[in-house]
């Protein structure tokens, strides 16, 4: 399993509270050629984003990252709609607590200029294991359906 953030401007009109709080049953489409135009992202959704990987839900201009989901589909090239979906959203966790860019996300690089902007960023393994230490001590209230989350695949 992959984990991967994906970074959304609310300025621009769309938050992730919109998936969170969807009452959609199905598959939820996420980003299209449109919304995704970084070169390394596209990369990345059509050469390695598979089904069951984990994103990481945050949001740039307020510096937070607000919740978990899964790849419902593999990723997928330009011209074919949404490049990604995201599983339905009662399958997803949205933090009570975010995580915030300063303190809890200061050495993901991820989430630093010097990775890139993008909307798609790889989350290495150690990146992943600190994260998830973070995820789990801000929202202890939701550790069984984190547990959930990361475990399903």
Same mark, same amino acid.
């Given at each position: ?22 009452? =959609? ?20 959704? %059509? ?7 984990? !994103? ?35 399958? =997803?966790?949205? !933090? ?36 998830? %230490? ?20």
């Amino acid at each position: 399993m992959n984990v991967w953030v994906f970074k959304i401007n609310t300025e621009r009109g769309w938050e992730f509270d919109q998936y969170f709080r969807s009452r =959609a049953r199905g598959i939820v489409e996420m980003g299209d050629e449109g919304w995704i135009r970084s070169a390394s992202s596209l990369r990345y959704l %059509r050469q390695e984003v598979q089904r069951g990987d984990l !994103f990481l839900c945050y949001e740039v201009d307020r510096k937070q990252m607000v919740g978990v989901a899964r790849a419902a589909s593999d990723g997928r090239d330009v011209g074919l709609g949404s490049l990604i979906d995201f599983c339905p959203p009662r399958r =997803a966790v949205r !933090f009570q607590n975010p995580l915030v860019r300063r303190p809890d996300l200061d050495h993901i690089l991820a989430f630093t200029p010097q990775r890139g902007r993008g909307t798609v960023q790889r989350i290495d393994r150690d990146e992943f294991a600190r994260l998830r %230490r973070i995820m789990l001590r801000k929202n202890p209230a939701q550790a069984v359906a984190l547990g959930k989350l990361f475990a399903a695949r």
